[in-house]
């Protein structure tokens, strides 16, 4: 079967892709399975889209692997996916390696068990050098909560003298969030056909193209991944304009 990949236009690809990875649960419920096993299965899917976005030449890739909210989930799933999560990066590291992937993450990662922290910071420490693909994990990851931990930090410089309140605008805001630097996502994929955002990058998302299909996480494969990112590329993406400003007949 002829590849979706060879239609996408390389020269207009997201320079930044966000996936709310969804629907393990389900994935797993569907097989009689317990919901871990759709877990373990996800990571799979991480791999390939993974690679297929360094392949293409996507320069970020941040996937929501555990919300704020999702500590409010039985402790023995939270527990498994904080284990998930160590296993999965120290088996992953050569990976990342011999892809160049630079991994990076955004949260409240000082909520994570010791353990977590500890192989996060020593596979970022491992990767920081690396040219191709920034992977950024959200763990532990709310937008509300880093649009207010970003508000604190300009209300301290404010009562300091360093920032004046008339000099605040969107740029220095973005400042204080934690994808400071990073491009907004042009694209935000989310899987099993949900129809919201569950508190993932409010800020960064307000002009992003959405992407949500019926497909499971744990299904998801690069084949996937280009359907959607041509998708994206079909769309007209207007910012406020109208499309005779964009296309104007000369
Ligand atoms: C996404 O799958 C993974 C996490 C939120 C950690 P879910 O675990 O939410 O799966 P469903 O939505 O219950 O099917
Ligand atoms: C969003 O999925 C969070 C992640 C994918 C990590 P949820 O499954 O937690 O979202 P809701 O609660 O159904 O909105
Ligand atoms: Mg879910």
């Known amino acids: 079967m002829a590849s979706l990949k060879e239609h996408i236009d390389l020269n207009n690809l997201p320079q930044h892709l966000a996936i709310i990875m969804d629907g393990n649960g389900r994935w797993a419920k569907k097989k009689g399975a317990m919901r871990i096993f759709g877990h373990r299965n996800a990571i799979q899917a991480v791999k390939d889209v993974t690679e297929g976005c360094a392949e293409l030449g996507v320069k970020y890739l941040t996937l929501y692997a555990f919300s704020t909210e ?9 527990d498994g996916l904080m284990e998930l999560l160590v296993n999965t990066i120290k088996g992953e590291i050569k990976t990342l390696m011999d892809n160049q992937v630079r991994l990076t993450t955004i949260g409240e990662t000082s909520q994570l068990p010791q353990d977590c922290q500890n192989n996060l910071a020593w596979a970022m420490n491992q990767t ?15 937008g509300r909560r880093e ?3 970003a508000v604190k930090q300009l209300a ?27 491009p907004d996502p042009e694209l935000l994929i989310r899987t099993s056909g949900e129809m919201r955002v569950s508190n993932f990058l409010l800020w960064q998302i307000a002009y992003t193209e959405l992407f949500i299909t019926p497909t499971l996480w744990p299904d998801f494969r690069k084949e996937h991944l280009y359907e959607a990112i041509w998708s994206y590329q079909q769309r007209e993406r207007r910012f406020g304009k109208t499309s005779e400003q964009l296309n104007p007949v000369s």
């Open 147 to 149: 649009i207010i931990n």
């Open 70 to 78: 999702n500590w409010t989930r039985p402790k023995a799933e939270v």
């Open 128 to 142: 920081k050098n690396n040219k191709g693909l920034t992977l950024v994990l959200a763990l532990s990851y709310g």
């Open 156 to 182: 301290a410089e404010v009562k300091s003298g360093k920032v004046a309140p008339e000099e605040i605008n969107e740029g220095v805001l973005e400042n204080y969030l934690q994808t400071s630097g990073i």
